[in-house]
């Protein structure tokens, strides 16, 4: 497993963009695969996306499919999801995720971060 901090979170306008951090430790982060979830009140905790250890796939939640990003810098053991054309619905905890690219469920979890959408 892999210690994860997540960042970067906050407030911000309908229409407005942020930009999450998720910061891992561990020598092997390059090799996992990694993936952003959130999770609002009284909701289950759903997908956002995933990228591979290579950063050469990607995938999308329906929900957010054109308007976030995932992005990863191995070589600064940080993955990024940049969030751009929030709305309101977006609003959730968001967390920050890894698995070894042998396993089905992601079994790292950071303590998550807060973003708000206001209308």
């Known amino acids: 497993q892999v210690q994860l901090v997540e960042s970067g979170g906050g407030l911000v306008q309908a229409g407005g963009s942020l930009r999450l951090s998720c910061a891992a430790s561990g020598r092997t982060f390059s090799r996992y695969v990694m993936g952003w979830f959130r999770q609002a009140p009284g909701k289950e905790r759903e997908f956002v996306a995933s990228?591979?250890?290579?950063?050469?796939?990607?995938v999308y939640a329906d929900s957010v499919e054109g308007r976030f990003t995932i992005s990863r810098d191995n070589a600064k053991n940080t993955v990024y999801l940049q969030m751009n054309s929030l709305k309101p619905e977006d609003t959730a905890v968001y967390y920050c995720a890894a698995r070894p690219p042998v396993v089905a469920d992601f079994d790292s979890w950071g303590q998550g971060t807060q973003v708000t959408v206001s209308s």
């Open positions: 990228i591979s250890w290579s950063g050469g796939t990607t």
